[in-house]
């Protein structure tokens, strides 16, 4: 099968890995939600070999992460695994979480149901990374993120960037602190926070 892939990944995954290098220093177990192409996924294993890093996805882009780890065969990395956040997550403990560019796709809600798994299912997890455009108290921080939220509201009126303070106000809802804001390029920003 040919294996989805994304420029934009190829183009982020190095300034991620710089900022995850230091934010799950002491992790071992990770849960990426939306892993999407799976690019994220096998890179950052490969780079973090002592990370157990379990990539996730709803059902339909299971196929393709899939096979690229598969392709890669890292080997601490397992086999994608089914999640919708809208649903139970799946088994095991980690004790971190990433996600990229998910966020301004869910809807609203999904992205208050992923918090509330923190204090549910996933309650071990103490360290969390979310990765994406961000808006500044409801301001875009750039041109092209304001084309880019209008092209997801005209797809798709649920669909749209995100203030950073409400994703913090949801992460301390969950006992996290906000602890830094890290500028990365194409007007993207990583958030960390701790509990
Ligand atoms: C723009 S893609 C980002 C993929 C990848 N993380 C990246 O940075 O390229 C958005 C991702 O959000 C995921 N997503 C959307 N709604 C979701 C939900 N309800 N539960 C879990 N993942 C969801 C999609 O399946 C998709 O993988």
Redesign the pocket.
């Known amino acids: 099968m040919e294996l989805p892939f ?1 420029q ?2 190829e183009n982020n995954k190095d300034p991620i890995l710089e900022v995850l290098k230091t934010a799950f220093s002491d992790c071992t177990r990770v849960l990426e ?5 799976g690019q ?1 996924a096998v890179y950052f294993a490969s780079q973090l070999p002592n990370i157990h890093w379990q990539a996730s ?2 059902k339909e ?1 299971l196929p393709g992460v899939t096979a690229r780890i598969k392709q890669e065969g890292v080997t601490n990395q397992p086999l994608p695994v089914e ?4 649903a139970d997550a799946p088994g095991g403990t980690f004790n971190a979480l990433f ?4 966020c301004h ?2 809807p609203k809600e ?1 992205v208050e149901r992923l918090f509330e798994h923190l204090e549910g299912d996933l309650s071990s997890v103490e360290r969390l990374c979310i990765y994406g455009p961000f808006n500044d108290n409801g301001h875009f921080t750039s041109d092209s993120n304001r084309g880019f939220h209008q092209s997801l509201q005209s797809r798709n009126s649920d669909m749209g960037i995100r203030d950073w303070q409400w994703i913090t106000e949801l992460a301390n809802q969950q006992g996290f602190e906000l602890k830094k804001i890290h500028p990365l390029p194409a007007n993207n920003q990583l958030l960390e926070f701790q509990r």
């Open positions: 994304s934009a990944c939600v939306g892993s999407g192409t994220h996805d709803q882009y999640f919708d956040v809208f996600t990229a560019n998910t796709i869910m999904g």
